[in-house]
């Protein structure tokens, strides 16, 4: 069972810059499709971004395309989440989740069998 730490989150005022980082326990991370989430305060979860097995397909959330930009380490065992032009709307705690599914629904969190516990991302105005 993988298991997911996010690093990387922190206070920066807007139009600033955060990269943020999902580290696997296992090897066989490059087997998993990877997607970030965020949930603000008394929010549902929502889709940000997601990267596929090897890179080759990503998907962002309108809210955040040309701003943020999701990427596979070279080692294959980190995803990070390089994100520019932060604004307020950007606040929320951030979570990368894993899946070995092949579902098209990407975006759904159901999907998503492993979860981070989050890292805190806020954004003053």
């Known amino acids: 069972q993988v298991q997911l730490v996010e690093s990387g989150g922190g206070l920066v005022q807007a139009g600033g810059s955060l990269r943020l980082s999902c580290t696997a326990s296992?090897?066989?991370?490059?087997?998993?499709?990877i997607t970030w989430f965020r949930q603000a305060l008394e929010k549902e979860r929502e889709f940000v971004a997601y990267i596929s097995r090897n890179g080759g397909v990503i998907w962002y959330a309108d809210s955040v395309k040309g701003r943020f930009t999701i990427s596979r380490g070279n080692a294959q065992d980190t995803v990070y989440l390089l994100m520019n032009s932060l604004q307020p709307e950007d606040t929320a705690v951030y979570y990368c989740?894993?899946?070995?599914?092949?579902?098209?629904?990407?975006?759904?969190?159901?999907?998503?069998?492993?979860w981070g516990r989050g890292t805190q991302v806020t954004v003053s105005s």
């Open positions: 296992e090897r066989t991370f490059g087997t998993y499709r």
């Open positions: 989740a894993a899946t070995t599914s092949y579902s098209v629904a990407y975006s759904d969190p159901r999907l998503y069998s492993y």
